[in-house]
């Protein structure tokens, strides 16, 4: 069964769907290390989330949370 979300690839768009559904502040299955654009590394804590050092947006879907390699970045404090 899939959630409609796994095709998503593009940070903005994934950033984008995760807001309209509500649930930017989820946790993801993984707590994921992310090593940021800027060199900075932080703990991903809910499916949008800000690089603390530069602002950087990452995303991930909530059916996607548990593989790091669908965070994706959606641009610097990307609303």
């Known amino acids: 069964m899939s959630c409609g979300c796994s095709r998503l690839e593009d940070g903005k768009a994934i950033v984008d ?12 299955r993984v707590a994921h ?3 940021c654009e800027c060199g900075e590394m932080f703990t991903m804590e809910t499916m949008v989330i800000n690089c603390p050092s530069c602002g950087m947006t990452y995303g ?12 994706k970045p959606a641009g610097i404090r990307y609303a």
């Open 33 to 35: 290390q992310i090593a």
């Open 60 to 71: 991930v879907t909530p059916c996607s949370s548990g593989n790091l390699h669908k965070v």
């Open 17 to 28: 769907h995760v807001k309209n559904k509500g649930r930017d502040q989820l946790k993801p």
